[in-house]
Nanobody, 123 residues
Framework: QVRLVESGGGLVQAGGSLRLSCAAS????????MGWLRQTPGKEREFVAAIRKSDGTTYYANSVKGRFTISRDNARNTVFLQMNSLKPEDTAVYYC????????????????WGQGTQVTVSS
């Protein structure tokens, strides 16, 4: 099993920044990926960003490209999401997720999920 624990959410004004962290523990997979997804009440969960463990290749949703940066520290089994130029529409619960395969990471089909952390951007 894999356990994921997010931190770093909070309230920020539009234009501000937040950095989310996700610490992973338990079983690890050599060819895996970590991702961030988000969900607003009444809306579908959506993909935000992902990073492959093996080579650090990153993927972003068009809505966050150029504003958000995903990174990882493999030694600490931690992934980060740096969010800059935040907008009110970025308000959501952000979930860290892990996928056993690094193929097709731009998806909602992740194998393990954290509990989520709230990000609220005020206008």
């Amino acid at each position: 099993q894999v356990r994921l624990v997010e931190s770093g959410g909070g309230l920020v004004q539009a234009g501000g920044s937040l950095r989310l962290s996700c610490a992973a523990s338990g079983r690890t997979f050599s060819d895996s990926a970590m991702g961030w997804l988000r969900q607003t009440p009444g809306k579908e969960r959506e993909f935000v960003a992902a990073i492959r463990k093996s080579d650090g290749t990153t993927y972003y949703a068009n809505s966050v490209k150029g504003r958000f940066t995903i990174s990882r520290d493999n030694a600490r089994n931690t992934v980060f999401l740096q969010m800059n130029s935040l907008k009110p529409e970025d308000t959501a619960v952000y979930y860290c997720a892990a996928r056993r395969s690094s193929v097709g990471v731009v998806t909602l089909a992740y194998d393990y999920w954290g509990q989520g952390t709230q990000v609220t951007v005020s206008s």
